[in-house]
């Protein structure tokens, strides 16, 4: 029997280049017998290589059915791989171009949440190109402390500062400026966080939701990097949410899936505050699929394999060739 043949893509010129490998890696150890995985690695100067040898994108790719993209951060989740995969004919999973920028983006994918009613926190924007000592300032005076200092465009929350002091807020947005060139001085909501991932097309529903996670960090304030992928967080799965919030996430999740015109498959990150309500923090277009991601540990309690997940999701992307 004839497999398809599926290119998995990891690496890149991201600063999130680590967890690509990994989330790489756990898709080419997962796929399912009928698929023959071919490992397409991308060095962090953005040379593709395959087998061993460095090629261009067109030979990296020229004899595979469909992409599995596994990229995280710049080049893969901001439209731009996604766009030389159309040009080049290719299916591929997760996010179209113009649906992958606007989800990387916080600006632009916060005002889409607006405009559909779910709740966000606060925020103000600084360009790199301000008089930043003075906008600072006005920043302090304006904000209520403490603030979340995180960068426009970039995933995994790295870049993100927890700030409680003009100084802290200074030195958060010299180092959101190492990210890119616009940054979010943005409301500091305490309370719970959740994270719900949803899959298109899946066990009879349109947009099927997996059990809201809740995640309780152990080292950190939030829900940061290390806490992300260096164990330092508590996971649970199903979280420990009332009906009426459980069903709230799901929808809220659906919802923010379609505002951003998203594909195959999103997690959503949420806050839900006493007294405040539900606030949705961000949608990840491509969520990782690392053992200690999120999106993993939610299809495990929905007793889902990740052969199964793959399987369904490339079915999915082969379905729009």
Do not use: C, W
């Not at 179209?96 to 606007?102: K, T």
């Not at 500091?188 to 995640?215: C, H, M, Q, S, W």
């Amino acid at each position: 029997m004839l497999k398809t043949r599926v290119a998995v893509l990891r690496g890149g010129p991201s600063s999130e280049y680590d967890v690509s490998l990994e989330t790489g890696s756990a898709v080419l150890r997962s796929l399912p017998d009928e698929y023959q995985g071919i490992d397409v690695f991308i060095d962090k100067n953005g040379v593709f290589h395959r087998s061993g040898l460095s090629v261009s994108l067109y030979h990296a790719l020229k004899d595979v059915d469909v992409v599995f993209n596994a990229l995280h951060g710049a080049y893969g989740e901001d439209g731009k791989i996604e766009q030389e995969l159309d040009r080049l004919g290719i299916p591929y999973t997760g996010p179209s171009s113009l649906s992958a920028a606007l989800s990387m983006n916080k600006l632009l994918s916060k005002e889409r949440f607006k405009k559909i009613g779910l709740h966000v926190p606060n925020s103000v924007t600084l360009s790199v190109d301000y008089d930043l000592d003075e906008k600072l300032f006005d920043v302090f005076k304006q904000t209520e402390l403490p603030v979340v200092v995180k960068p426009v465009a970039q995933g995994s929350s790295l870049g993100v500062t927890l700030a409680r002091s003009l100084d802290d807020i200074e030195r958060g947005v010299r180092k959101a400026f190492g990210y890119g060139t616009t940054v979010l001085v943005e409301e500091y909501i305490p309370g719970k966080e959740a994270t719900v991932g949803v899959v298109e097309n899946f066990r009879d529903e349109d947009l099927y939701a997996l059990a809201p996670i809740e995640v309780k960090p152990t080292e950190s304030p939030f829900f940061d990097y290390d806490a992300k992928y260096k164990g330092r967080a508590l996971l649970l799965s199903p979280g420990n949410f009332n009906e009426s919030d459980k069903r709230a996430l799901v929808e809220m999740a659906k919802a923010a899936h379609q505002a951003l015109g998203l594909r195959h498959y999103s997690s959503s990150d949420f806050i839900l505050s006493p007294g405040k309500g539900i606030f949705i923090l961000e949608t990840d277009s491509l969520p990782g699929l690392t053992p200690k991601s999120l999106v993993p540990q939610a299809l495990k309690t929905a007793t889902v394999s990740m052969g199964e997940f793959l399987k369904h999701i490339l079915s999915l992307a082969l379905e729009k060739s």
